[in-house]
T-cell receptor, first 114, second 115 residues
């Protein structure tokens, strides 16, 4: 089955710096990856996604990089702000037994220091 | 546009008691999901509905958990009897259709504590 893991459970950055959150996945057949942000007391919120036919995708202040060779993806946040403080999850959308489903990693806590 | 609504937001019960959670998805969303999120972990899918039919309940502990989505709109998730390890946040999500995770929106969750 698919498993998704994160390298660091906690990341502390200074306001204004760039943040990089990493994620590894196990199934080389995975083709759709999503990053979520979860603030305290709220459900996960979609940030950005990427399909396996791409190796980079940019959004507003965020960039996702996909390295299929080593089964690794990362989320880069430019000019990190206090409002970026949250837990970030990567998820793989793929076949999980009965149907396609989101399989989440364990999350990285991003703490932005003022 | 109103988001996914869940109630209650918090619930504390003793083990072996029963509990039920309610979810109202975004209007027009045919697919509804229930996830369990244990502290420090990512959400895990328990059950997925397409309209009022079950698409996937492979990770639902059916000896104690049940869910229904009558009329294809609101849904309830029930635990009977609860165990200590059921302490978690139960998230409801909905999406326009099944194969569109980028349209999947999550509710705020119900935090369950089993004592």
């Amino acid at each position: 089955g698919e498993s998704v893991g994160l390298h660091l459970p906690t990341l502390s950055v200074q306001e204004g710096d760039n943040s990089i959150i990493n994620c590894a996945y196990s199934n080389s057949a995975s083709d759709y990856f999503i990053w979520y942000k979860q603030e305290s007391g709220k459900g996960p919120q979609f940030i950005i996604d990427i399909r396996s036919n791409m190796d980079k995708r940019q959004g507003q202040r965020v960039t996702v990089l996909l390295n299929k060779t080593v089964k690794h993806l990362s989320l880069q946040i430019a000019a990190t702000q206090p409002g970026d403080s949250a837990v970030y999850f990567c998820a793989v959308y793929g076949y999980g037994g009965a149907t396609n489903k989101l399989i989440f990693g364990t999350g990285t806590l991003l703490a932005v220091q003022p | 546009e109103a988001g996914v609504a869940q109630s209650p937001r918090y619930k504390i019960i003793e083990k072996r008691q029963s509990v039920a959670f309610w979810c109202n998805p975004i209007s027009g969303h045919a697919t509804l999901y229930w996830y369990q999120q244990i502290l420090g972990q990512g959400p895990k899918l328990l059950i997925q509905f397409q309209n009022n039919g079950v698409v996937d309940d492979s990770q639902l502990p059916k000896d104690r958990f049940s869910a229904e989505r009558l009329k294809g709109v609101d849904s309830t998730l029930k635990i009977q009897p609860a165990k200590l390890e059921d302490s978690a946040v139960y998230l409801c999500a909905s999406s326009l259709w099944q194969a569109a995770p980028d349209t999947q929106y999550f509710g705020p969750g119900t935090r369950l504590t089993v004592l």
